[in-house]
C-alpha cells in the first residue's frame, strides 16, 4: 500500500480494532451482537492484497460502529475488557508481524476459509469454525493469550466459543493495518485527542 501513513488511515484501522473488541465483548457478554456489524467485521479477513486501507476494510462503512467507538469510548471507555481486547489485539499484530511463518499461516487458513464461501454465508456455523481453527492454531499460540471474559455459558458454546475467536481474527487484522499505517500503543496515549476527532469526522462523512 502506498501514502498508507496517514491520520485518516491509523483512524479507520484503529476503528477496525476497537469494532472486533467490541464485538467479542457483546458476544462474551450476551452472546449475540448485531448481525450486519460481525458479517462486516469479519469480512475484512477475505480482502487479500487490498491497495489501501479503505478497501481492506471495505470502506467507511463498515466500521462505522468502530468509527463511533474511538469518538466516544477511548477517552472514557465504559468496559474495561474493551480496552484490554484493544491492547490485546494490537500487541498480536505487532508479534504477528515478527513472524512470517505465523503470518503465512494465517493468510493460508483465510484462503481455506474463503473457499467456504462459496458454499456458506460468512456467519454460518462451518465457517465460524474454520476461522475459528485458523486463530487457535495460529494467533492463540502466541503470548500472553488474549483471555476473554463474559458469561460463562456463552463463553461454553462451542458456536459462541468460535464467532469470538473468529472476531479476535479479524481484530488482528485490523491490528496489522493498524501497525502498517504507523499506528503503536504510544499512538493511543499521546495522538488520543486526534484520533477521537478524526473518527469524529468520518462519522460525518458516512452521513
Excluded at 508481524?97 to 456455523?125: C, T
Excluded at 455459558?153 to 502498517?180: C, E, F, I, T
Amino acid at each position: 500500500m502506498n501514502n498508507i501513513r496517514t491520520a485518516r488511515n491509523r483512524t479507520m484501522a484503529l476503528a477496525g480494532i476497537a469494532q472486533a473488541s467490541w464485538l467479542v465483548r457483546d458476544v462474551a457478554n450476551n452472546g449475540r451482537a448485531p448481525a450486519d456489524d460481525l458479517e462486516a467485521t469479519l469480512g475484512w479477513l477475505f480482502t487479500f492484497d487490498a491497495d489501501s486501507v479503505s478497501e481492506a476494510l471495505g470502506g467507511l462503512a463498515p466500521v462505522r460502529l468502530g468509527l463511533e467507538l474511538v469518538r466516544d469510548q477511548l477517552n472514557r471507555p465504559e468496559d474495561p475488557n474493551f480496552t484490554r481486547y484493544v491492547i490485546s489485539l494490537i500487541h498480536h499484530a505487532n508479534t504477528l508481524l515478527k513472524r512470517p511463518d505465523l503470518l503465512e499461516q494465517v493468510r493460508i487458513g483465510l484462503e481455506a476459509n474463503k473457499e467456504r464461501l462459496n458454499h456458506f454465508p460468512i456467519l454460518h456455523p462451518n465457517l465460524l469454525a474454520g476461522l475459528a481453527d485458523t486463530y487457535s492454531n495460529t494467533i492463540s499460540t502466541l503470548k500472553p493469550r488474549i483471555m476473554v471474559r463474559g458469561d460463562p455459558n456463552h463463553l461454553a458454546d462451542p458456536k459462541m466459543a468460535s464467532k469470538v475467536r473468529a472476531l479476535l481474527l479479524a481484530g488482528v487484522r485490523a491490528g496489522v493495518l493498524w501497525q502498517q499505517c504507523g499506528g503503536n500503543r504510544l499512538s493511543l496515549l499521546i495522538s488520543r485527542r486526534s484520533l477521537m476527532d478524526n473518527a469524529r469526522a468520518l462519522v460525518s462523512e458516512i452521513g
